[in-house]
């Protein structure tokens, strides 16, 4: 495939946007290179993250279509300020401004599902709407974890958590393994192909129309007050303002949720040993008229031994 010198360039009535998300170290980035088939972004096996901005770079697909891939940095971690967050999501979306194809979910295969990732996925949802979960697809990254005829499925029968169940149903349980640091090139085309018919099957899904929602808007309206294209600079106006205000409201509504949840979890635990006492309660009762009533029978039994024998003359 041929890097295009012109990030975003051709007919883009026959382009597909992706755009890569996860937690820092996952291996978006690398799953990007892959998609690209040329290392543009900076990758590298680590426990943190390398990406630090959103960056587009595209490519020719062998049926001439143009692919702009859209990296990101760990945009829902915990440690990134929430201003900062806003304006990377802000250039995200202005990088993509004819809209979204697909939301590559970038998971990986060597860490659990963490609290952090399940609040990522909900916040995203708050922030774009349900509706972008409809274009999500889950990338299980490092995908050489996977032995020798382990499937996907296999594995996940026993790692799969209920938050994690529940994000893949929330995304249709669209999922694919990807294995980055593979040196079979036939592998790489494989997975690099079966991702983008992924795409594809997003698209049609979809009624063939990519993502978009007042967020996209929202650019034209701060381009008209600004008199530029927001295509090289990043509009620090009302965009940025709407994911910042959106992003406060769901990291308030997530924080809710969290205390309803650990409130829920103190009350149950609360009752569970309410119930134990009380059950235990009832035992040392049921002990106690045990040995009542087989005290009651000891007694009754030294009286029957104690009475003199009857003769019958």
Do not use: F
């Given at each position: 495939m041929l890097l295009l010198e012109k990030m975003g360039g051709g007919d883009s009535s026959s382009a597909r946007t992706v755009v890569l998300l996860g937690k820092m170290g996952n291996g978006k980035s690398?799953?990007?290179n892959s998609l690209l088939g040329h290392d543009v972004f900076e990758s590298m096996p680590s426990l943190g993250g390398v990406t630090s901005a959103c960056s587009l770079h595209s490519t020719v697909l062998p049926d001439q279509r143009i692919l702009n891939v859209i990296d990101t940095p760990g945009l829902f971690d915990s440690t990134v300020e929430s201003n900062t967050m806003a304006k990377e999501i802000a250039k995200c979306i202005t990088l993509a401004k004819d809209g979204i194809h697909a939301v590559l979910l970038v998971l990986s295969l060597r860490s659990r599902f963490s609290q952090e990732e399940a609040s990522a996925f909900e916040c995203l949802c708050q922030i774009f709407g349900p509706k972008i979960a409809d274009y999500m697809i889950v990338v299980f990254a490092h995908g050489d974890v996977l032995r020798k005829k382990l499937t996907l499925d296999d594995f996940l029968a026993d790692n799969c958590p209920d938050q994690l169940k529940d994000t893949l149903k929330k995304c249709g349980n669209r999922t694919i393994v990807f294995d980055n640091w593979?040196?079979?090139?036939?592998?790489i085309d494989r997975q690099?192909?079966?991702l983008l018919s992924l795409v594809d099957t997003v698209l049609e899904e979809n009624g063939g129309t990519p993502y978009t929602d007042e967020l996209f808007q929202q650019i034209k309206i701060d381009e008209a007050a600004q008199g530029k294209s927001t295509e090289n600079e990043i509009s620090v106006g009302g965009l940025v303002e709407m994911i910042e205000s959106?992003?406060?409201e769901s990291i308030s509504n997530l924080?809710?949720?969290l205390a309803e949840e650990r409130a829920a979890r103190v009350e149950a635990h609360m009752k569970s040993l309410a119930d134990m006492a009380k059950a235990e309660h009832e035992l040392n009762e049921l002990r106690e008229r045990w040995s009542q009533a087989s005290h009651r029978s000891w007694e009754l039994q030294e009286q029957i031994n104690r009475k003199p024998n009857c003769v019958i003359l």
């Open positions: 690398a799953t990007a593979t040196e079979d090139e036939d592998k690099r192909e079966e959106r992003l406060k924080e809710k949720s």
